[in-house]
Every structure is written in structure tokens, then in C-alpha cells.
């Protein structure tokens, strides 16, 4: 049972720490092992089925601080092939309508986030709360999404940290969200290393705020779990998002 994952640090990390540090959370039983096969570039290979799934579902995984992208192992690949683009993560969406705190709407939102995965609803697919938790699959090569407007409401653009931004604003944090730019909000670098250069007077649009506190719990929601939620069945009614391009700029999508 194999994988392959790359570290996204300028420093090389030595496979045997990588077994030491990551083998004894994907696999605390029987551990793993590590081949090097590139530049931050590796072959992981585990001895539980569990610690492969774990891996590869879960996450975002951290070495030293630094974020570990992980893929599935596909014999005809070369590691060449890999693009290391992606990673699992829950995202909390404040402020919906408490009639869109549901699978159904989660499966909608996630697929305008990345890919969706999964929610974390009760058993009825509903999720009322103080937010809607969704697992996406994300990019992690282009800007991060703050959130989006619902069209219905008056529309709002570049919210930021300590802002209501109106009542048709949605909000997201990200949890155990890596470093990112402020600048830019690509994971990754930080401001000092970005070739975006905010001109005299502008603002970041991206910021701390975006990581979820993972302090404590909220609601029934537990900060370490993750939830079981139900993708929507194949006759169930679509809500009709309206998706365009707000990964930079004002940061919001628009959903009718």
C-alpha cells in the first residue's frame, strides 16, 4: 500500500524523520516507511490500510510547519506526473440561512470551494448551528476564497476581518489552514516572498481571520472530528448557485 506526498519547504527534509514525525499519526501500530524520490519528494508506504485512507483523506498534514501534499499511488505514473495541487480540509460557512444549513447546500457550496467531500450534518442532512462544516478537496495553487454573496440579498464585496459586511455575506474559515500570503492568499509563501506588491494605501483582502479557531469546541462539533454528512441523492432539487470566478478581487462568489 503506497502513496506519494511532497513537502513544500525550501529546506530538504530526511525520510527518517518524516517516519517518525507522520508515521506515528497515520500509522501509531505499525508505522511507516519513506523512500525519498526527489527534492521534498517521497514514496510513503504503510502497513495499515487505515493509515493510507488517514493520509490521503484527511488533513492538511504538516512537517516542521511546513504543509505535506499527499497523493494516491498510481504505478504508471512517474513522479514527474504528480502535480501535488490539492488538499482535504473543512471549511465552516458563517451567516447562511438557517433553510441552508443542509447537505443538499453543502454539496453545493463545496463544489464552488474545490471538490466536494462531505459535510458534517445530522442524520435528517440538516446542520443547524452557528455554521455549515463542508470537506472540500482544494487548490492550493491559486487564492483562497473568503466566501461569497447571496444574490438575493444587497450585494457586498471585500469583507474583511471585523467587518458584518451586510446580511447577504458567508463567510469561511478554513480549519488547520496553513501560513498563506496575505497579499495573495496562495498557500505556500508568505507576504515577504510574494510577487504581488499591494500599492500605496491598499489593503490585504486576506488575513488571519481565515484560520477557524481550533481552540475549543463549537456547538456539537468537535475541533479534532470529522463529520459524517450524505451527498445528495440523484433526484434531489438543485439550488441553483450561480458560480463565477472570486477567488481574487472582491473574494466572493454569488449564489442565487
Not at 488538499?87 to 447546500?105: C, D, K, Q
Request: aromatic share 10%; charged share 30%; hydrophobic share 35%.
Amino acid at each position: 500500500m503506497h502513496a506519494v506526498g511532497k513537502i513544500l519547504s525550501e529546506r530538504l527534509a530526511h525520510p527518517d524523520v518524516i517516519c517518525l514525525s507522520l508515521g506515528c499519526v497515520w500509522c501509531p501500530i505499525k508505522g511507516i516507511d519513506c523512500k525519498e524520490a526527489g527534492d521534498n519528494k517521497f514514496v510513503f508506504t504503510f502497513f495499515q490500510e487505515s493509515g493510507k485512507r488517514k493520509a490521503l483523506d484527511d488533513g492538511p498534514w504538516m512537517f516542521d510547519k511546513d504543509l505535506v501534499v499527499v497523493e494516491d499511488f498510481v504505478p504508471s505514473r512517474r513522479m514527474e506526473d504528480y502535480v501535488f495541487n490539492s488538499v482535504p480540509i473543512w471549511v465552516r460557512v458563517f451567516n447562511l440561512p438557517l433553510g441552508m444549513m443542509t447537505a443538499e447546500a453543502a454539496e453545493e457550496i463545496g463544489d464552488i470551494i474545490g471538490q466536494y467531500v462531505d459535510a458534517d450534518t445530522n442524520a435528517d442532512g440538516s446542520a443547524i448551528g452557528k455554521y455549515l462544516r463542508v470537506k472540500v478537496r482544494m487548490r492550493i495553487d491559486k487564492p483562497l476564497m473568503r466566501g461569497f454573496t447571496l444574490e438575493e440579498e444587497e450585494r457586498v464585496d471585500g469583507a474583511g476581518e471585523g467587518e458584518e459586511a451586510g446580511s447577504g455575506w458567508c463567510r469561511f474559515e478554513y480549519e488547520f489552514l496553513p501560513d498563506f500570503c496575505y497579499t495573495c492568499g496562495i498557500i505556500g509563501h508568505c507576504e515577504k516572498d510574494c510577487a504581488t506588491k499591494l500599492k500605496k494605501g491598499e489593503k490585504a483582502q486576506f488575513g488571519r481571520w481565515l484560520k477557524a479557531d481550533m481552540g475549543y469546541k463549537r456547538n456539537n462539533q468537535d475541533s479534532e472530528g470529522w463529520g459524517k454528512g450524505g451527498r445528495r441523492g440523484s433526484g434531489s432539487k438543485s439550488l441553483g448557485f450561480n458560480r463565477s470566478n472570486g477567488r481574487s478581487g472582491s473574494g466572493s462568489d454569488s449564489l442565487s
